[in-house]
């Protein structure tokens, strides 16, 4: 019986049909799903259109099993004379049509697939930095480094503190975004004008103007631009006692948010952050400022200043969280970059006591719970927690762009790879020429086989600072997972000496020369010391040596190596996530065996 049937839904073409129907209802789904987006279509437009097509799918089964398609015309099947010779050139034609309509699926999956899907996906890791003219929110504002018109450069820490803190009060407005610290202060004496500075950062406005501090007087010159056609808002010039620091802040504030009528109120749900001494301290202040000013000038002298300069902050006022908290991420910041042994340890407990301090102080406060995750993800290696207190920053204080940046590195150690890129992106939305953020983009883009995005984000990030380490060095690693050893030598060779031997130690592995991949590992290895036992694993792992990697891995975790918590999106040691040894290196070492990240090799998407 059911043989009878087939041979008699053949014979009327309802198979045919079905598979006519089927081939051309995904043609037009995918037609749609791509057009209608581009017009603005609601969501539920799309959606529509498939529930039609399904609906439909059973009364076009139906009709074509009562009629027939003849040279007169539709007939029902029980009226056509000569049925079979009819139903032969019906179905001859419905294959014509079929084929037709699988060479059109084709091209529109090849289409989708290899030029659609790469320029949607460049555009969705675009950042406003990279936008078109005109397409910045009008509540956007970037405050300019102020100029030190005091003759003296010692006072540079003053204007540039000045500047910071206005950055920190206007993002209190709701509804503005504000340009961070790291993107906005790359115009320093910048000769751009405003418009092209306005489309580099991606704001309607520029605050920019000048400080002079001099004895008990500040003098302070301040314009608000809009960056469309270089028209100044409102501009005012105020000469103010020093002892009046604070409220000539709140005055210049206050005028910006008057001017682009915005209201100075907490963001939603979030106490108001502030990096003002409890007391109103000015020499608190002031010795705050000069260590922001030194912190943001990394190296192994700067940091001990700014510790410093923190410490003196907090002597003159006890009560000072942030300062507190600044001089605990100082600290840490000297113990993980520049420090080993007995004095990585006790400027940890620095750290620690300070940090502590701080929340004890004030629970509310963003920067502390920030600089307590930078401290356990450093010197104690908790995962969890330091993702905990990450995600309580960003919660206090939901516009601080480097807190979304913290976050997102503590949730790529633990293998959430699709989060942590969607918190850097968000990052960079108010911080868009901030290198380092680039380049931690660029390593979890690539963590999911994303490699021309990768390659976007960490040519972004060479173009930012193109003699910092690491920065060639991750598009060495992009090209090595390409497969081009040629490009990937190129960038290698690029890269500062220290990564510079890494990176060529990878490429040497996948170059053809056994010889040459052999004595680039040896040294490797003879500068353990300087870079790590990690490194020396990921090389390893390149050559699909398990014992090596697990070998060196251990050796890693042994010299509390900071490279482990690039393990889980590694794309060379994941080769081997599957070796009973990974799943007991993550529990030793704290971390979970999961990840979303792939190993080299693994659907890489180009």
């Known amino acids: 019986m059911s043989r009878d049937l087939f041979a008699e839904l053949k014979r009327r073409n ?138 003296d450069k010692d006072q540079q820490y003053f204007s540039d503190g000045l500047s910071e803190g206005l950055i920190v009060t206007l993002s209190r407005l709701q509804g503005l975004k504000v340009i961070g610290r790291n993107s906005a202060f790359q115009f320093r004496d910048s000769k751009d004008d405003s418009k092209t500075i306005g489309m580099k950062l991606g704001v309607a406005h520029l605050l920019e103007g000048s400080v002079q501090h001099a004895g008990d007087v500040v003098r302070i010159s301040a314009e608000l631009i809009n960056t469309a056609d270089g028209s100044a808002l409102w501009s005012e010039r105020y000469d103010r006692p020093y002892r009046d620091l604070f409220t000539l802040q709140d005055e210049i504030t206050n005028a910006v948010a008057s001017a682009l009528k915005a209201k100075l109120l907490p963001q939603a749900n979030a106490p108001m952050q502030s990096d003002r001494p409890p007391s109103g301290n000015l020499d608190a202040y002031a010795a705050y400022l000069q260590g922001k000013f ?73 920067a502390a719970h920030s600089a307590q995750s930078f401290l356990l993800l450093s010197a104690d290696y908790d995962w969890s927690g330091a993702e905990r207190s990450a995600r309580r920053a960003v919660q206090l204080s939901p516009t601080d762009g480097q807190a979304k940046a913290d976050l997102s590195r503590d949730l790529a150690a633990l293998g959430q790879i699709e989060p942590a890129i969607e918190l850097m992106q968000k990052s ?42 690491s920065m060639h060095y991750q598009l060495a690693i992009i090209e090595i997972m390409r497969g081009n050893a040629k490009a990937a030598l190129e960038a ?77 999106f590694d794309p060379f040691i994941l080769r081997f996530r599957d070796d009973p040894r990974f799943a007991a290196f993550c529990k030793k070492v704290g971390l979970p065996a999961t990840t979303t990240a792939k190993a080299m090799g693994e659907a890489v998407k180009r």
Not at 17 to 34: D, H, N, P
Not at 319 to 330: G, H, N, T
Not at 332 to 353: H, I, K, N, P, V
């Open 428 to 469: 960079l939305a108010t911080d868009p020429l901030d290198a380092r953020s680039h380049n931690w983009l660029a390593q979890y883009l690539r963590a999911l086989g994303r490699l021309d995005e990768a390659a976007t984000a960490a040519s972004k990030a060479i173009e930012l600072q193109p003699t910092a380490g």
């Open 492 to 568: 290698a060779q690029q890269e500062p000496v220290g990564w510079q031997v890494d990176a060529i130690a990878l490429v040497r592995q996948i170059d053809g020369d056994p010889t040459a991949a052999d004595a680039a590992l040896q040294a490797q290895i003879a500068q353990e010391a300087a870079i790590g036992p990690f490194q020396i694993a990921q090389t390893f792992a390149l050559r699909k040596d398990a014992d090596k990697t697990f070998e060196w891995l251990d050796r890693a975790w042994s010299n509390r190596d900071a490279g482990v918590s690039y393990l889980l």
């Open 294 to 366: 030194f912190y943001a000038r990394a190296n192994d002298a700067n940091f001990r200043t700014a510790i410093e300069q923190f410490a003196r902050a907090t002597q003159a006022d006890p009560l000072y969280a942030v300062a507190w908290a600044e001089q605990s991420r100082a600290a840490t910041s000297l113990a993980a970059g520049f420090l080993d042994g007995a004095a990585a340890r006790e400027m940890y407990a620095q750290a620690r006591a300070a940090v502590d301090t701080a929340l004890k102080l004030d629970p509310e406060l963003a």
């Open 14 to 151: 309802v198979i045919r049909t079905a598979g006519l129907y089927f081939v051309g209802a995904w043609l037009i789904v995918q037609v749609t799903g791509t057009v209608l987006p581009m017009f603005g279509a609601p969501d539920w437009l799309p959606r529509s259109v498939v529930v039609l097509l399904a609906v439909g799918l059973l009364p076009v089964l139906v009709f074509s099993w009562v009629y027939e398609l003849t040279p007169e015309g539709l007939k029902r099947e029980r009226d056509v004379e000569s049925v079979a010779s009819i139903t032969h050139e019906t179905g001859q034609r419905m294959n014509r049509a079929v084929f037709v309509l699988l060479l059109l699926a084709i091209a529109c999956f090849v289409l989708d697939r290899f030029v659609l899907t790469p320029r949607r996906e460049r555009a969705a890791v675009q950042t406003p930095a990279e936008s078109k003219p005109g397409s910045a929110p009008e509540n956007s504002i970037a405050v300019l480094p102020l100029a030190n018109a005091s003759g």
